[in-house]
């Protein structure tokens, strides 16, 4: 099976190193040449234009940051799409609302080519270690097929139901992600008012059961001087209008995610945005970003 790995970012540049240990060759592209041209250095096939990337694919697999990004690589008169072979697969990993999947699934079918929605948990770490979980919207067959190779990537394979529940699904995942880093976030700096110390509350927190499993991981990462990224906030700002969009869609009011909205709105104007989202944190107790 000739694959192409598309979006060499924080996570794709993982995914696409765990690909590579297993199946050759590998065409990969990305917009910036560095992590494509470290990659080739490891076997794979660096393509110099999206186009060239998929014509000889059977297996495209994207993995970039915003619908609008996967729109302009893929989509429309120049995308990727119109240069696939006919019967290829293309499978979306970015997180993307359920809307835009539907629409990548229908150019799709009109041109013979099989798609998928298949967006991940888990993030760089993860991503490097091959332990991503992927949630896949669509045909059972074509999961089936591809499922082999996502457990490259991931051992949690899970088949969400017909095209767009992966990305569905992964929506209600993130809007609580983002909440939840808020929830934890505020509730540090009320403990810190009433007098315990930052260290205290971020190695006891995380061990009550009211708290959001992952905000263990978190609190590791928000006690060293520097944090590395490892989902960017501009991201995570994304998610949160991608559900909020989606429940005014579905007339259903969303209170909390509003706010947490217009949160990591400011944080990114603020200079925030390629910090990792429990940056913040760092907003909300006034710090400056870059610090
Ligand atoms: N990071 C996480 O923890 C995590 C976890 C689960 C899901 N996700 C989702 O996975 C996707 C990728 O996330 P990431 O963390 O890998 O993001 P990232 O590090 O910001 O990488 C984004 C990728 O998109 C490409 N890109 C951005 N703007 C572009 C443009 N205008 N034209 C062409 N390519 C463009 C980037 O290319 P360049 O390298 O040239 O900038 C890069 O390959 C996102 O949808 C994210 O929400 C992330």
Partial sequence: MNITFIGLGIMGRGMAGNLLTKYQPITVFNRSPEPADDLATSGAIKAGSVREAVSNADLVITMVSTPQVVETLMLGPEGGLKGMKTGALWVDCSTVDPGFSRRCYQESDQLGIRFLDAPVTGTKPHAEAGQLSFFVGGTTEWVAEVEPVLRVMGQNVLHMGPVTSGSAYKM???????????????????GEKLGFSR??????????????????????????????????????????????????????????????????????????????????????????AGN
Avoid: C
């Avoid at 708290?211 to 590395?228: D, G, H, L, R, V």
């Avoid at 994304?238 to 209170?255: G, I, R, S, T, W």
């Fill in 172 to 190: 209600l995942l993130n809007v609580m992600l983002a909440q939840s880093m808020v929830v934890f976030s505020e509730t540090v700096l009320l």
């Fill in 199 to 288: 260290n205290f509350l971020l190695d006891n927190l995380p061990k009550a059961p009211v708290i959001a499993p992952f905000t263990k991981f978190k609190a590791e990462m928000m006690k060293a001087p520097e944090q590395e990224t490892h989902f960017p906030l501009e991201l995570m700002l994304k998610d949160v209008h991608l559900a909020n969009q989606m429940a005014y869609e579905k007339h259903q009011p969303l209170f909390l995610a509003k706010i947490t909205e217009a949160l990591y709105a400011k944080a990114n104007q603020d200079g925030w945005s390629r910090s990792d989202f429990s940056a913040i944190f760092n907003w909300l107790a006034g710090a400056q």
